[in-house]
């Protein structure tokens, strides 16, 4: 709230220039924001699907987390006034890839309930289909 009261500052002195600075920051502000909560519902859902992947198997759990990780990232990712999206696909991709391995780390931990670790689990899947498969099921 610091920023607002900045940014009212600027417009009542007139300083108009600082103003629209301290917006563009404010834009930027919000949009990291916006792509930081992205990445964390990116990441459960690569968990899951990574899971899936692995143990050839889902449960009614893992389809609702799946489920509610692609309705939060749409959401998430929708500008409501000015319509489109905070991330083009290309940068959801690239937040995807660094979310991957968050996931693979969290994900050892529950597949098989534990018994391989981070490199035999990751021998089991194939990254390049779960990311796939993840971006079709935000289509």
């Known amino acids: 709230m610091e920023e607002l009261a900045e940014l009212r500052n600027y417009i009542q002195s007139e300083r ?10 404010l834009e930027e502000m ?10 964390s ?35 998430i990712n929708k500008r409501r006034k000015s319509g489109g999206h905070y991330a083009d696909e290309a940068l959801l991709r690239e937040s995807f890839q660094e979310a991957f391995l968050i996931a693979l780390k969290r994900a050892f931990l529950d597949a098989f309930e534990g018994k391989f670790d981070e490199l035999e689990l990751e021998a089991k899947i194939n990254k390049d289909q779960i990311l796939e498969d993840a971006f079709s099921l935000l289509q």
């Not at 919000?30 to 990445?39: A, G, R, Y």
């Not at 899951?48 to 309705?71: C, D, G, T, V, Y």
């Open 41 to 75: 519902h990116a990441i459960i859902l690569l968990l899951h699907l990574i899971k899936q992947h692995a143990e050839q198997r889902s449960s009614r759990s893992w389809e609702f987390s799946l489920a509610n990780a692609i309705h939060q990232i749409t959401r």
């Open 30 to 39: 919000s949009k990291e924001d916006k792509l930081n909560k992205i990445h």
């Open 16 to 25: 108009y220039a600082e103003a629209l600075l301290l917006i563009d920051e």
